[in-house]
């Protein structure tokens, strides 16, 4: 006989079983009940029930017996278990009534759940809010916070109001895996935070701030990349529930800010982006845009409201606009091709890949014209350095005096600028100062080392360009690169006049790990023509304008050049080699594996213009 005894001191509640009957190992024989627990004691081996100690409603101490089992023989006990009872069988398609619950409710955030509203959405050629996620994420590797939410405005609107319009309240947040198929075991994890433009037009709700709030959070404990679908039309007057008068205390801004420079943060925005979305927008360190998009610190009800004029929403920050002047990093012409681009991006953060395609770097030697005057493009001089399809350029509508983008050298990561001579021969304006001090902070913040392509004949000067602040303009090139703890090389491909080809190397030539010349590399303190026409002004103005003078000029002029030639420059050591163009991408690959990035030094933010 065996006695079965009670683990624990309780209330013996209920007999699940009667003497006479037969058990099987796992049944339950009694319930228990201990500080308002209910207690389910099973079978340990099969047997029949001889006897009961306690009856229902009695105090059991623990260790009592409740009551003896006679043991089964083995031949007994299959026997009984052929033909089991019938309800000891759970119903094949039974499903728990809290589950169905929350497979129901759960149903009802989904796009499925509300067919008029996404055919909406996609009769404007844009997706919802869920599609592109779908779209960034691996397969089934996002999970969703708060997908239960409503907007908070229960005291306004009915329950089922709420649920059927108002799913998630109007912010799809959670986390996923990016680019798993290129990194394999090892995808980055990324915070993704999409507002739902069909559900109260995108706006900022009290409690998708606190969905905002909680992912950010998060991405900054755990340092994770944040991708941000931002299109909305701000902050959303309706919520009631809260006893608030201006809600300018939420927490939501500040903490997307204080990512800037933590981990990387992209921003994206289709259609209309205006108020509070466009504020988060800013504070990324890419905004990747559609070119239907609109992108404003105001929409047109409060450009109305403060008396400025009526507008359509078209008219407001267009995508044109908004990439000639800086806003947008990466122009794209749909949804798809942004979540492209967006994927593409974190790709450089994500680490080394290991296979890749190298470019018939023999090519560079014919990209730069053996006439010193003639204008080529060091756009196709980054492709060609870099692995074949990993350029991804930068803001390329501003500042176009100077290239930026990210790319690959042998499967590592580096950020890449180049001068481009088809905008004032190279010379560095305002705005492209702007831009390369930017996305020197960029690469910073990031540990991507920098690969300078130089080809200046110095900083832009005249009264126009003064009136423009072009001194603290072009001084933040020396006042960012002074603080870079990344790895920096340098590649002169021709002229290297001046302040501006130091400002291009990090503050000096020295500055860099190497700076190296193509053989059509030439220098000089200042552009060679203007130095000739300055240093030998009295030698020319003896001669009478003509044929005679210039030819003084053309013979002044050429032992500048061979004065300044890449060769001088190496032989006296201001530069570190001249090399084969051919051989750039060996020396840059040499560079990188050997270079380290200095990690003990403060990361600070990353500048929003």
């Known amino acids: 006989m065996t006695t079965v005894r009670s683990p624990l001191q309780a209330q013996l509640v209920q007999w699940l079983v009667d003497p006479g009957d037969t058990v099987r190992a796992g049944d339950p024989l009694v319930i228990l009940e201990a500080m308002k627990m209910e207690h389910e004691l099973r079978a340990e081996s099969a047997g029949r029930v001889v006897e009961r100690f306690f009856s229902e409603g009695e105090t059991v101490d623990e260790g009592a017996g409740l009551l003896r089992l006679e043991p089964m023989v083995p031949m007994q006990a299959a026997a009984d278990a052929v033909t089991p009872e019938p309800d000891r069988v759970p119903p094949a398609a039974h499903q728990r009534v809290d589950l169905q619950r929350l497979a129901q409710r759960t149903a009802r955030t989904l796009d499925a759940a509300r067919p008029e509203a996404v055919a909406r959405r996609h009769a404007l050629g844009l997706r919802t809010a869920r599609e592109n996620i779908a779209d960034l994420c691996d397969d089934g590797s996002f999970i969703e916070y708060g997908a239960l939410a409503v907007a908070a405005q ?20 959670g986390i996923g895996s990016v680019n798993g198929l290129i990194f394999g075991a090892e995808p980055s994890r990324t915070v993704v935070m999409a507002y739902d433009a069909t559900v109260l037009a995108g706006t900022q709700g009290m409690r998708n701030h606190a969905k905002t709030d909680r992912l950010l959070g998060i991405a900054l404990a755990q340092k994770l990349p944040v991708v941000l679908f931002a299109e909305g039309g701000g902050g959303r007057p309706g919520d009631t529930d809260m006893p608030i008068v201006a809600g300018l205390h939420v927490g939501t801004f500040a903490a997307f800010a204080r990512l800037s420079g933590q981990v990387p943060v992209v921003g994206i925005a289709a259609g209309r982006c205006f108020a509070g979305n466009a504020a988060l927008l800013g504070c990324s360190d890419v905004i990747i845009a559609t070119r239907q998009s609109n992108i404003g610190m105001g929409g047109p009800a409060m450009v109305e409201g403060g008396g400025l004029g009526v507008f359509r929403p078209e008219d407001i920050g267009p995508s044109d606009v908004q990439h000639a002047n800086g806003v947008i990093d990466l122009l794209v012409d749909d949804e798809a091709q942004a979540v492209a681009a967006a994927r593409h991006y974190l790709s450089f953060f994500q680490g080394r890949v290991k296979d890749w395609i ?252």
């Open 154 to 173: 229960r005291s306004r609107r009915s329950e089922e109001d709420l649920i059927a319009n108002t799913p998630a309240d109007g912010m799809v947040t």
């Open 358 to 609: 190298a470019p018939d770097t023999h090519a560079l030697r014919d990209l730069v014209p053996e006439n010193r005057l003639r204008v080529y493009d060091t756009r196709a001089v980054m492709a060609g350095l870099v692995d074949q399809g990993s350029v991804l350029m930068l803001r390329a509508g501003f500042g176009v005096g100077i290239h930026t983008a990210l790319a690959r050298i042998e499967g590592r990561p580096v950020g890449l600028m180049a001068n481009n001579p088809l905008h004032l021969g190279g010379a560095i304006d305002a705005d492209a100062a702007d831009k390369a001090a930017r996305f020197m902070q960029l690469c910073n913040a990031h540990s991507l080392p920098i690969v300078s392509l130089v080809d200046t004949p110095g900083f832009m000067v005249g009264p126009a360009m003064e009136a423009r602040a072009q001194v603290r303009h072009a001084s933040r090139l020396f006042v960012t690169a002074a603080s870079l703890r990344v790895p920096f090389f340098s590649v002169v491909l021709r002229k290297g006049y001046g302040l501006g080809a130091m400002g291009m190397t990090a503050g000096g030539f020295h500055a860099p790990l190497f700076t190296v010349a193509w053989p059509t590399g030439e220098f000089g303190a200042m552009g060679l023509e203007g130095a000739v026409r300055l240093g030998y002004r009295k030698e020319l103005e003896a001669l009478p304008d003509g044929p005679q003078r210039q030819a003084l000029f053309e013979e002044l002029l050429a032992r500048q050049v061979a004065n300044g030639s890449a060769v001088q420059m190496a032989t006296t050591l201001e530069i570190d080699a001249v090399i084969d163009p051919a051989d750039t991408r060996h020396w840059l690959a040499q560079g990188l594996a050997g270079a380290r990035t200095e990690t003990t030094a403060p990361s600070r933010f990353i500048d929003t213009w």
